[in-house]
């Protein structure tokens, strides 16, 4: 099982930065997955980035070029770099793991707001 934690949220203006942390803590060694989702109101929570295995990376198309996953080994933290942010990337961004047993768990989120 793991525990993870997000942080790095808050408000920015259109064309501003922040980056999303995620850390995790417990058992992560056969963790397969590592992504961001979020949540905008009335809508559907939506992959927004993901990191497999070895390290290859796939990104929403809404955010290719603009945001940018990455994963420390060593300090079980994976971060979301968001660059050139839009008023419709607001949301509640959640961690999510996944095993390679399938089971998946997602952090509590942290809001993101972005001005226009």
């Known amino acids: 099982q793991v525990q993870l934690v997000e942080s790095g949220g808050g408000l920015v203006q259109a064309g501003g930065s922040l980056r999303l942390s995620c850390a995790a803590s417990?058992?992560?060694?056969?963790?397969?997955?590592w992504a961001w989702y979020r949540q905008a109101p009335g809508k559907q929570r939506e992959l927004v980035a993901q990191?497999?295995?070895?390290?290859?990376?796939n990104y929403a198309a809404s955010v290719k070029g603009r945001f940018t996953i990455s994963r420390d080994n060593a300090k079980n933290t994976v971060y979301l770099q968001m660059d050139s942010l839009k008023p419709e990337d607001a949301a509640v961004y959640y961690c999510?793991?996944?095993?390679?047993?399938?089971?998946?768990?997602w952090g509590q989120g942290t809001q993101v707001t972005v001005s226009s």
């Open positions: 999510n793991v996944m095993y390679n047993s399938g089971h998946m768990y």
């Open positions: 417990g058992r992560t060694f056969s963790v397969g997955i």
């Open positions: 990191i497999i295995g070895g390290g290859n990376t």
